[in-house]
Structure formats: C-alpha cells, structure tokens
C-alpha cells in the first residue's frame, strides 16, 4: 500500500463508500484515521479498505501570513494566551494541535478580527486549565496590569475552560478599580473541529469590548447550542455547569451582564447597572499568596470526622453543604454518634482558620437560620450565612482576604466587594 504523510488528501474507497479528507498517521496499524472537511477524525480498518488514493500532497510551507496594519479609528485589544484549544490548529506536520497566537497567525485563523479592533497578542503559556495555581493569577493579573498602563482599550485572556471560572473569580478580586474590560474566554471544542465554539466566543468577546462601555472582570462564552449568541457573564460568580456542552457557562444567582449577537455584531446590555470605562482610574492590583492552602470539604452521607481532620494545616476551608448550607452534625440515634465528632472537628478548624459555609446545589443562597444544626454551625464559627457565592467563589475570596487582608476575613467575607453579594435573587436567575 502507498506511503503517506500526515496532511496528504487522500481518497479511501472502504466497504462501498468512497471518503476523502486529510491523512493522518496512526500508531495502531490496523487502522488508517482521516481528517474529514467537517473537522472530525475517523478511523477505518485497513482489511475493509479497498485503496487508498492520492489526491493532493501536504505542502510543508506556511500559509502567508497578512501583515497586520493599525487602524487608529479602532480600539486595541491585547489577547494573552495561557493555552486551550481557544487559538490551536491541526499541524499536520506532527498531527498535533498548536498554538496560534501572534496577532497575524490570529488575523489568518480569524479574519473578522481586523475589522473589530486592532489586536496585540502574545504568549503567556501554555498549560490545561487543571494546572494553574494561584502564581498564574498572580501572573495574569501582572501581565493584564502592563496591558492597561501601555493604553489597551481591553485585555482577553484565553484558557482552558476547566477551571476558567476559578480565573475569572481570582482576577474579580485581584484587579480593582479596572479602567476597562478583562474577558476571560475559551472554548468547549477544538479548533479542528466543524462544531468549534472559538471562533465565536474570541470575536465575541472582541465585539464587547469594541462596542461597548464596560470595565472589569466578565466571562464571554456561547449562551446556546447553536451559533449565534454569546453571553457576557460577571466574571465573579460564573461557573461551567457542563463537562462539553458549548453553553456550558452560566450566571450564578445574578443576571447576564450581556449579549453578543455574533451573526449582526450588535451587542445587547441586559441591565444598566454596570461599571463604566474610565481610564483616568487607576488599577490597583492585589495579588494572591501562593503558599495559601484552602480546602473545600464537601458533605455527603455517611461522612466520618478524620475527612476534616485532614484540613488541620490549612489556612482555610470551604464546607460545601447540602440544601441550606446541611452537614452531618446531629447525634439522634447509635448509628450517628460519628456526627458528633465531625461537629467537634469543625469547631476545632473554625477556631484555627475562616471556615465558610457554601451550597452543592450552586443556585439559591446560604441559609443557616433555617433549620437548628444551621444555627449550631454558625454558633461553632461558620462563616458565610446568606452568602449567594458558588463555592468556587468563595474559595477564591477566603484565599484573596487572607492574602491580602488576613485581619479582617471574618468582617470583609460577607461584605459585597465585587458584586459577589448580590441583595436579590430574581426567579429568572435559575
């Protein structure tokens, strides 16, 4: 059988079916895989091919690259890359996906980018979202400050969306009094792929900041399934709510901030009450103590005392409880005398460290008045009663306060520095 190269056009005639797309090398040898004009791989077993055909040989050589002129009637935008798949492509040279990030690699991947705004770009790493610790937000937060005072109308900056909501909650805190607007964005599906979300929620995001007055920490993300518009969520209580759906990101017991209508370019602001641009303010950036040790302790049946026990040496904890803000705190039969000591082991932490109370359900707020045990907890030194924080959120606030205000946690916690403590929860928020 004919030799070929990653990238090579070929046509496979398989099983009465003629399929043609670009060939990629498999290590499993039974198998040819093939990259279809939709962006999806498949893979066909060698025995049931009849052939393979050359269409086309992969050319080596880079596309041209447009040289990328400024225009002084637009806003300037700089994009700060950490990885995902937000700006990669195929290289069919190795087979594997790269990065794209000089601004005219992006204007060649997304050409509609030239007309929004004009684009600086550069790398700032390139890692899975699951790795990041609190010395990349203290790293963004830099490199977003420099973009700021150099005059950038707005900063995006691209991630993995793992752990995307724990950024945008960090740079909330780290970054006050923002002059303009810091979009953190991402992308549920490779760039390969025909049902790629990137290019959208990258230009999106671009058309934001363009069109629109705002400053501070937002999300830009797809609202639906299908392609049309992205939504612009507060950037300190957003939270991915599904592992691969492309509108998996939603607005947490708040409102949307806005709409992006990709097809026409208009953007919709969904409620007045916003922080406005200002460049005459000027950014303060508090950054996060990176030897800080914060747990989260979710509640479950069945739970045994030396599962917080564990959290001694920490700096603080997050109790994610059930309903209200529930933990297994209640002796009423033999079979819960184990209750009884988790209820001593919170106590002993809360003595220690900020221990705070936040919901598994996500949607609705802390209610600890409620029920008998809600008011023991409290009694013993759990903090965050009525807090409407996901329990990300208040992760991240318990590791900004002790960074940065180590004194006064028990005070700052409930207090609304942000927009994280919202007074009202409308029925449409769910």
Same mark, same amino acid.
Request: charged share 25%.
């Given at each position: 059988?004919?030799?070929?190269?990653?990238?090579?056009?070929?046509?496979?005639?398989?099983?009465?079916?003629?399929?043609?797309?670009?060939?990629?090398?498999?290590?499993? +040898?039974?198998?040819?895989?093939?990259?279809?004009?939709?962006?999806?791989?498949?893979?066909?077993?060698?025995?049931?091919?009849?052939?393979?055909?050359?269409?086309?040989?992969?050319?080596?050589?880079?596309?041209?690259?447009?040289?990328?002129?400024?225009?002084?009637?637009?806003?300037?935008?700089?994009?700060?890359?950490?990885?995902?798949?937000?700006?990669?492509?195929?290289?069919?040279?190795?087979?594997?996906?790269?990065?794209?990030?000089?601004?005219?690699?992006?204007?060649?991947?997304?050409?509609?980018?030239?007309?929004?705004?004009?684009?600086?770009?550069?790398?700032?790493?390139?890692?899975?979202?699951?790795?990041?610790?609190?010395?990349?937000?203290?790293?963004?937060?830099?490199?977003?400050?420099?973009?700021?005072?150099?005059?950038?109308?707005?900063?995006?900056?691209?991630?993995?969306?793992?752990?995307?909501?724990?950024?945008?909650?960090?740079?909330?805190?780290?970054?006050?009094?923002?002059?303009?607007?810091?979009?953190?964005?991402?992308?549920?599906?490779?760039?390969?792929?025909?049902?790629?979300?990137?290019?959208?929620?990258?230009?999106?995001?671009?058309?934001?900041?363009?069109?629109?007055?705002?400053?501070?920490?937002?999300?830009?993300?797809?609202?639906?399934?299908?392609?049309?518009?992205?939504?612009?969520?507060?950037?300190?209580?957003?939270?991915?709510?599904?592992?691969? +759906?492309?509108?998996?990101?939603?607005?947490?017991?708040?409102?949307?901030?806005?709409?992006?209508?990709?097809?026409?370019?208009?953007?919709?602001?969904?409620?007045?009450?916003?922080?406005?641009?200002?460049?005459?303010?000027?950014?303060?950036?508090?950054?996060?103590?990176?030897?800080?040790?914060?747990?989260?302790?979710?509640?479950?049946?069945?739970?045994?005392?030396?599962?917080?026990?564990?959290?001694?040496?920490?700096?603080?904890?997050?109790?994610?409880?059930?309903?209200?803000?529930?933990?297994?705190?209640?002796?009423?039969?033999?079979?819960?005398?184990?209750?009884?000591?988790?209820?001593?082991?919170?106590?002993?932490?809360?003595?220690?460290?900020?221990?705070?109370?936040?919901?598994?359900?996500?949607?609705?707020?802390?209610?600890?008045?409620?029920?008998?045990?809600? +008011?023991?907890?409290?009694?013993?030194?759990?903090?965050?009663?009525?807090?409407?924080?996901?329990?990300?959120?208040?992760?991240?606030?318990?590791?900004?306060?002790?960074?940065?205000?180590?004194?006064?946690?028990?005070?700052?916690?409930?207090?609304?520095?942000?927009?994280?403590?919202?007074? +009202?929860?409308?029925?449409?928020?769910?």
């Amino acid at each position: 059988m004919e030799q070929f190269s990653n990238g090579d056009e070929v046509e496979i005639i398989s099983e009465g079916k003629t399929l043609t797309g670009k060939y990629i090398e498999n290590p499993d +040898r039974e198998f040819v895989s093939l990259k279809l004009s939709s962006g999806y791989n498949i893979g066909i077993e060698r025995k049931k091919t009849k052939s393979i055909k050359l269409l086309k040989k992969h050319s080596a050589e880079k596309h041209a690259k447009e040289a990328v002129k400024e225009n002084k009637e637009l806003k300037t935008i700089t994009i700060l890359h950490t990885g995902g798949t937000i700006s990669s492509a195929v290289d069919y040279a190795t087979g594997a996906v790269t990065p794209h990030f000089t601004p005219e690699e992006l204007i060649a991947m997304f050409p509609e980018m030239k007309s929004v705004a004009n684009i600086r770009s550069r790398l700032m790493g390139n890692m899975a979202s699951d790795d990041m610790r609190f010395a990349h937000y203290n790293l963004m937060a830099k490199e977003a400050e420099k973009e700021v005072k150099a005059g950038s109308s707005g900063v995006i900056i691209t991630q993995g969306t793992d752990t995307l909501h724990y950024t945008s909650a960090a740079l909330s805190f780290m970054l006050e009094n923002l002059p303009v607007p810091v979009l953190v964005v991402g992308a549920q599906r490779s760039s390969d792929r025909g049902s790629s979300d990137a290019a959208m929620n990258l230009i999106s995001a671009c058309l934001f900041i363009a069109k629109t007055d705002f400053a501070g920490v937002a999300v830009c993300m797809h609202k639906g399934m299908d392609d049309t518009v992205c939504s612009i969520l507060p950037g300190v209580n957003a939270r991915k709510m599904h592992s691969s +759906r492309r509108d998996a990101f939603k607005a947490v017991n708040m409102e949307e901030i806005a709409e992006v209508d990709y097809n026409t370019g208009s953007v919709k602001m969904l409620h007045g009450d916003y922080k406005q641009a200002d460049k005459s303010l000027k950014l303060k950036v508090s950054l996060m103590d990176e030897k800080l040790k914060i747990g989260i302790a979710v509640s479950h049946p069945n739970m045994f005392a030396k599962e917080l026990e564990a959290y001694e040496g920490f700096d603080g904890l997050v109790l994610e409880g059930t309903g209200l803000g529930h933990f297994p705190i209640s002796e009423i039969d033999e079979h819960t005398k184990e209750h009884k000591k988790i209820l001593a082991a919170i106590e002993k932490l809360a003595k220690k460290m900020p221990v705070v109370m936040a919901l598994q359900t996500i949607y609705g707020r802390v209610d600890m008045n409620v029920y008998s045990p809600g +008011r023991v907890l409290q009694e013993k030194g759990v903090l965050g009663n009525l807090s409407p924080m996901a329990p990300e959120t208040a992760f991240i606030k318990i590791a900004w306060l002790l960074s940065n205000h180590p004194k006064d946690v028990k005070k700052l916690f409930m207090e609304n520095l942000r927009g994280e403590i919202v007074k +009202r929860i409308g029925a449409q928020e769910f």
